[in-house]
């Protein structure tokens, strides 16, 4: 090959990169990412203790403002005094607080695919459930909790089955657990 | 792999040999297969003089300066059953010698000639034949490589397969498809490789770091997708393959045409497309509710050739959707423990085609353009553009009717240009090139979740140059290649402050190798590739929970869950890979033998570290850190041709990695293996040709150099920072497969038929290197039937 060709060749390619590059150029403006709004975080789970025949109410509540982050949960209160004797009719309350949002609307719309399930242990606690789904199977929502003989600290833990299409009002039973949370819990005199 | 060490050994022959006597006889001849099509490539090789010929493009070969006397002639291609026959120079004129392609499933070779550029020649590479992957119609690609030895694969359930070279994969595998660097969403496990097997006559899978020729994410090895060249002839032709499978009730069909115009014969063009459906599979005991998979895809490409310019322009439309077991989607910990004690899933329904969520859906565009040059005596320049644009959705099991809301959705959009410049004088050829890609990875808006891993802008160029030198008995080669990486990476923190960090790679790579030719019979070679790799996006910012692992996963440029600006802490990954393999064949056997050492600085992989409480429960929280790791072992096959119908083969592989900071073990490596396999072959019954049966018994065993296992339950107890895994390391297991095999000659033209039982025993196993084992066995027995129309007249 001679010069004049060699020159040519290397010309066309400086040319074809060029156009190239600047193809890239123009194909990477790109624009800035808007930020994502988190639509199923749950930030918030909280419990309504009301004694059904008078007393103190009383309010658990589990916070993690950030999800899966490295943020840690703030449970309050350290241990829950639960008075021996007293029937608590329990509400549950589901918040996506950074969006501003009452999740618990959104299970009682799909009742029929979610449960709750509780799970005492170590305190004379027993819990029952109060509501029901189209299907007359329990939802957890409403629950009422009856106390029994005072004793040392245990344990009240809350999960949420998601079901789709498989609920049969068993727990754990099918699904995924879309929330569980430990509350402790004492039963005092 | 005889062929292409004949063909060598032909170039370096000593010319002082053959001029004693008056041999100056010729003698013509023609290599066809059993059909009378002419077979180029193949090598004809005359012994006593230590010389041969190769056969032309129509068959035909030449042998020259032979004696008034009798030869034994040796005759080897690639896919065929060596023929030995008796040349009597002084009677014969015209020789017509015909061979039976072998119907081994596998067949190791040394590729020369028209791959000879593409890779190192003293790398470790292994070939899944034409036949092969023929024999394995209707698989997706990751399955069908797994085949070769020192290859195996990373699964999520039975859809989704993908490549572990010796250990490696995901973003430390390139694959090329047709010539482009397939860019997809390869980082994940569970991301398939997006591309339609049916394209490929031939792949190749490269053992080693091939970063010179490619760049950073060949570091591991290489696997090649080689459509079959375009045919410019004037008439038309095609295939129909068919395939039917038991298990899944699957169907695949494919369909290609391809011809030229008949004007001068320089324009060529081909199509194909392919569609699969199936449905939910099943394990000896259950069904694998929602495991259903579609596909639908399309290729086009239209080539001109004139003289020694070349130009082709492809394009490819890679479409699928699959369905991941329902079982394994997992909500916290404590679903992954009783997942675990029940022993099999806990959603198993009647089987259905239909797709639920858990579901990917993919869709891959590629635009090809070729072209070659030859250019006086400068060599060959050749370019080549790929764009492509890769969409992955991921949809999960939501509330509130989000179900059709893709969880996950992203977009990539990759350009990439490669020129380079081959040259060759006489005893030295060599490659010159530069490469420069553009990526463009975005989160499409609207999926209601933070992302995992957030939009990037990479640019990366590179430059490399690699020499080949022949020398007698020799060949030595060295490489070397520098590239720039500019990286832009953009992400919320605190859901108000938009950060785009910034970071800037220089790296570099080489290779150093060289093959030694004993005689036409044994070779050795020995390589060694220094590679590296900056870590990928994702490595660097992954952050979230992973449903499939119950963990939360988080990348290098966090600490402690939060993120950090110090770019020093990150160091790129460097290989050392030392790979030397033996070769040995003879008439009826032939052996390979491979050994291989990589020390691998940097390396980055997943590490658990703490165990966080959040909403969902706990969630063990797993940090890409960097260690310093190793991995060496072994491959082996032996093809031994027992008589002239029963021919019996061996393969198999070790593989031993070890954390070498943390003195622990790695994650994910694929356990030892062994195949044995034998076969009958009738040349002829009735009508029928090429008639075969096979048995072959892979056995897996366990994989004993494990993470030690923390089950979910004792996982916010553990303190330790040892690496861990969920359940012991599944048992071994030892599969039975049989199948079978006729060409049926129809007309002119041929249909051939294959029969497979897999898993004959419908064994109930888990494997070690599949990641829903934690939640359901493998598949059990499946029949498949593949039928293959050839529409080329013969």
């Known amino acids: 090959m001679n010069q004049h060709q060699l020159i040519t060749t290397a010309r066309s390619l400086v040319f074809t990169t060029t156009a190239l590059v600047s193809v890239f150029q123009f194909s990477s403006c790109s624009e800035d990412p808007e930020p994502t709004n988190e639509e199923e975080l749950i930030t918030t789970v909280i419990i309504d203790l009301t004694p059904a025949s008078g007393g103190d109410d009383i309010q658990l509540k589990f916070y993690d403002a950030d999800g899966s982050g490295a943020g840690a949960p703030i449970i309050t209160p350290d241990v829950a005094q639960l008075v021996s004797g007293k029937v608590y009719e329990a509400q549950i309350t589901l918040l996506n607080e950074e969006a501003g949002e009452d999740i618990t609307e959104e299970i009682d719309e799909e009742r029929n695919d979610h449960l709750f399930c509780f799970t005492p242990t170590n305190t004379n606690v027993t819990i029952g459930y109060s509501d029901e789904d189209d299907n007359g199977r329990p939802i957890g929502l409403s629950t009422y909790w009856t106390v029994g003989d005072a004793g040392e600290a245990g344990n009240v833990k809350i999960t949420l089955r998601h079901q789709p299409g498989t609920k049969d009002g068993s727990c754990p039973g099918s699904g995924d657990t879309d929330v569980e949370v430990t509350f402790p819990v004492q039963v005092v005199d | 792999m005889r062929y292409s060490i004949l063909v060598l050994l032909s170039l370096c022959s000593n010319p002082l040999m053959a001029q004693r006597l008056v041999c100056d006889h010729q003698v013509s001849g023609l290599v066809v297969d059993l059909d009378g099509q002419p077979l180029p490539g193949a090598t004809v090789w005359v012994e006593a003089l230590k010389q041969g010929a190769v056969s032309e493009i129509d068959g035909s070969f030449l042998l020259k300066e032979l004696c008034l006397e009798k030869y034994i002639l040796h005759v080897k291609f690639v896919g065929y059953d060596d023929e030995v026959i008796t040349l009597d120079v002084a009677s014969q004129e ?26 190192n020649l003293s790398q470790s590479v292994s070939v899944l034949s034409n036949e092969a992957i023929n024999a394995n119609r209707g698989k997706s690609l990751g399955e069908m490589v797994a085949q070769l030895p020192g290859v195996s694969v990373l699964m999520t359930g039975p859809t989704i397969f993908k490549p572990v070279i010796h250990g490696l994969h995901s973003q430390r595998i390139l694959i090329l498809n047709n010539g482009i660097r397939q860019d997809g969403q390869q980082w ?32 591991g090895g290489v696997v090649i997708i080689n459509a079959p060249p375009l045919t410019e002839t004037g008439s038309i032709g095609g295939e129909l393959n068919l395939g039917l499978m038991s298990n899944g ?157 893709p969880a996950l959705s992203l977009e990539l959009f990759s350009n990439v240009i490669d020129v380079a410049l081959e040259h060759s004088s006489g005893k030295l050829t060599g490659h010159v090139g530069i490469n420069a890609s553009f990526k463009n990875s975005n989160n499409v808006p609207g999926t209601g979740i933070d992302p995992l891993i957030p939009n990037y802008n990479q640019y990366t160029g590179g430059i490399f140059w690699i020499e080949k030198l022949r020398l007698r008995r020799w060949l030595f080669e060295a490489g070397v290649r520098f590239d720039h990486q500019y990286l832009q990476t953009l992400m919320y923190i605190d859901k108000t402050n938009l950060i785009k960090p910034e970071f800037n790679f220089n790296y570099a790579s080489g290779t150093l190798g060289a ?253 070690y290197m599949n990641r829903l084992r934690y939640y359901a066995d493998d598949v059990g027995r499946n029949f498949s039937l593949r039928l293959k129309y050839d529409l080329h007249a013969h």
Do not use: C
Request: charged share 20%.
């Open chain 2, 249 to 405: 009730r699957m169907g695949v069909f494919s369909g290609m045409l391809e011809g030229g115009f008949n004007k001068n014969q320089r324009w060529s063009w081909r199509l194909q497309s392919s569609v699969k459906k199936g449905g939910d599979f099943h394990a000896p005991d259950y069904n694998l509710s929602n495991t259903g998979v579609e596909e639908l895809n399309f290729s086009g490409a239209i080539g001109y050739k004139k003289n020694d310019t070349k130009a082709e322009v492809y394009i490819s439309s890679f479409n699928t959707e699959l369905g991941i077991l329902r079982s394994a989607h997992t909500g916290n910990l404590e679903d992954l423990q009783n997942s675990i004690e029940n022993g099999e899933p806990w959603y198993v329904a009647d089987f259905t085609y239909a797709i639920d969520n858990p579901r990917q859906k993919i869709n891959h565009q590629l635009l090809k353009v070729s072209a070659s040059k030859k250019i006086g005596s400068w060599g060959k320049l050749d370019f080549v553009y790929g764009g492509q644009l890769n969409k992955r959705k991921e949809y999960d099991i939501r509330r509130a009717g989000r179900n059709d809301k």
């Open chain 2, 515 to 767: 093959a030694y030719y004993f005689n036409d019979r044994l070779r050795l070679s020995s390589n060694l590739g220094l590679a590296t790799r900056p870590p990928h996006v994702s490595e660097l910012y992954s952050n979230g929970l992973h449903h499939g692992t119950a963990a939360i996963e988080e990348g290098l440029m966090y600490r402690d869950g939060n993120l950090i600006t110090d770019q020093t802490a990150i160091k790129n990954e460097f290989s050392k890979k030392w790979i030397t393999t033996l070769q040995w064949a003879k008439q009826n056997v032939s052996m390979e033998f491979t050994a291989y050492s990589n020390w691998i600085d940097n390396f980055v992989y997943l590490r658990p570290y703490t165990t966080r409480l959040t909403i969902r429960g706990y969630f063990p929280v797993f940090h890409y850190q960097q260690t310093s790791a190793w991995l060496a072992g072994s491959d082996f096959s032996l093809n031994w041709q027992v008589t002239k119908e029963i021919s019996y083969k061996v393969k198999g592989s070790y593989l031993y990695a070890r954390d070498v900071s943390n003195r622990d073990v790695l994650p994910f490596m694929p356990p030892a293996q062994v195949e044995n396999r034998l076969s009958y072959t009738w040349p002829a019954v009735g009508k029928l040709q090429n008639v075969y049966m096979g048995l072959s018994i892979p056995i897996v065993l366990r994989q004993y150099r494990a993470p030690i296992t923390v089950y979910p339950e004792d996982v916010p107890e553990y303190d330790d920072d040892k690496i861990f895994d969920f359940m012991p390391a599944p048992d071994g297991y030892v599969l039975v497969n049989l199948e079978a095999g006729a060409n049926v000659p129809v007309g002119k033209r041929q249909l051939t038929i294959g029969f497979s039982i897999n898993n004959l025993g419908n064994v109930s196993y888990r494997n």
């Open chain 2, 94 to 119: 015209k020789l017509l010698i015909k061979l039976t392609p072998n119907v081994n499933v596998l067949h190791d070779v040394v590729i020369e000639g028209d791959h000879a550029q593409q890779h």
């Open chain 2, 188 to 219: 994940g496990i569970e991301h398939a490789p997006e591309i339609d097997p049916f394209i490929a006559s031939e792949i190749e899978v490269v053992k080693g770091a091939e970063t010179v020729r490619y760049g950073a994410d060949a570091i």
